[in-house]
Every structure is written in structure tokens, then in C-alpha cells.
């Protein structure tokens, strides 16, 4: 039943910022655990950054120092502030709720359509 919009992605050169969104519909918002992950071109889709309900992060290596994970409860919705950007950050983005499994961390909602993020050199 949740839905999930993400917006914000659009063409920067390397070295530029991009200020992504993550719109999620329903009540219970505020105590999921959020993640943005990121498909490239050929590759599977990957964790790039997580925020529990009680607001702690985590970030994947390539991405550490560059991007910052943050949650507006009131506005059922989360960001991922991009600085630094480089080519390899080229990539759909997603949001997704995700719960911890023994395997790791899963997403478990239905995706949406994602946000193209294209940084050129």
C-alpha cells in the first residue's frame, strides 16, 4: 500500500550537487527504517545510504563524506544531499523501506519509478 516518489535527479558535472526526494505515502512513516539505493547502467541495484526511525545513518564506502541522509517526518519524506559528485555516482536513484533479514538489509515495499542522476566529466 505504500507509494513511493522520488525526485529531485537531473544532468551536473562532476564536482556539483543534487538535493534528491523521497515522497512515501501512509501513517506509519516516521517508524520505518528508510534507504536510497542506486542502479547503474549493467549493474544490480545497491544500498547507498540508510536512516532508522531514531535517525542513525550509514553510508556505503563510495559514497562516505559526500553524501548526507536526512528524514522530514511531518512531510512523510526523505533526502539525499549529493555533494562532490562523479561519473560513477551515475546511477537511477531509489527509495525504498527496508527491514534487516539475516542476509542484511531488504527493501519491502513496492519501488517507484526512481530519479535519474547523470554526472558528466
Known amino acids: 500500500q505504500v507509494q513511493l516518489v522520488e525526485s529531485g535527479g537531473g544532468l551536473v558535472q562532476a564536482g556539483g550537487s543534487l538535493r534528491l526526494s523521497c515522497a512515501a505515502s501512509?501513517?506509519?512513516?516516521?517508524?520505518?527504517?528508510m534507504a536510497w539505493y542506486r542502479q547503474a547502467l549493467g549493474k544490480q541495484r545497491d544500498v547507498v545510504a540508510s536512516?532508522?526511525?531514531?535517525?542513525?545513518?550509514n553510508y556505503a564506502d563510495s559514497v562516505k563524506g559526500r553524501f548526507t541522509i536526512s528524514r522530514d517526518n511531518a512531510r512523510n519524506t526523505v533526502y539525499l544531499q549529493m555533494n562532490s559528485l562523479k561519473p560513477e555516482d551515475t546511477a537511477v536513484y531509489y527509495c525504498?523501506?527496508?527491514?534487516?533479514?539475516?542476509?542484511?538489509?531488504?527493501?519491502?515495499?513496492?519501488w517507484g519509478q526512481g530519479t535519474q542522476v547523470t554526472v558528466q566529466s
Open positions: 536512516i532508522t526511525s531514531g535517525g542513525n545513518t
Open positions: 525504498n523501506l527496508i527491514a534487516l533479514r539475516p542476509g542484511g538489509w531488504e527493501a519491502y515495499a513496492t
Open positions: 501512509g501513517s506509519t512513516f516516521s517508524i520505518n527504517n
